[in-house]
């Protein structure tokens, strides 16, 4: 599974899907969904898309590229899709959260901390709370 986790960090602005990462961790591709949802608490496809989400984190505090770039940089191939993701994922769209201006500065473990997405407020609102 930390192979497979591994595969998603270095090459998640590229295609993924279940059959390659499950070769990767030598298991089915039922069994992969599984045991990597167990062991990291979320999905592999959502982990991809929360990874490429805090890519597109950065890229959006740190330059001044256009929203549809660094949605295409990340791996999304629609706009809508990045926006709506980057919106469940962060809770703003990708423009307010450009617009929120620049970070604190602070130790980078405590940025790192403070900007990671969290799927808690995801969670409430798929419990409807």
Request: aromatic content about 10%; glycine content about 6%.
């Amino acid at each position: 599974m930390l192979r497979a986790r591994d595969v998603i960090d270095r090459t998640y602005a590229q295609p993924l899907d279940i059959e390659l990462l499950a070769g990767v961790a030598c298991v089915s591709e039922a069994h992969f969904i599984r045991t990597f949802r167990s062991t990291f608490g979320e999905t592999p496809h959502r982990f991809l898309q929360r990874r490429r989400v805090e890519r597109a984190m950065f890229m959006l505090r740190e330059t001044d590229r256009s929203i549809t770039d660094i949605c295409l940089d990340v791996g999304f191939a629609s706009l809508g899709t990045f926006s709506r993701t980057f919106r469940d994922i962060v809770g703003v769209n990708p423009t307010d959260y450009r617009e929120r201006g620049d970070i604190m500065i602070a130790p980078t473990c405590f940025t790192m901390a403070w900007t990671r997405p969290s799927s808690f407020g995801e969670a409430r609102r798929q419990n409807g709370q």
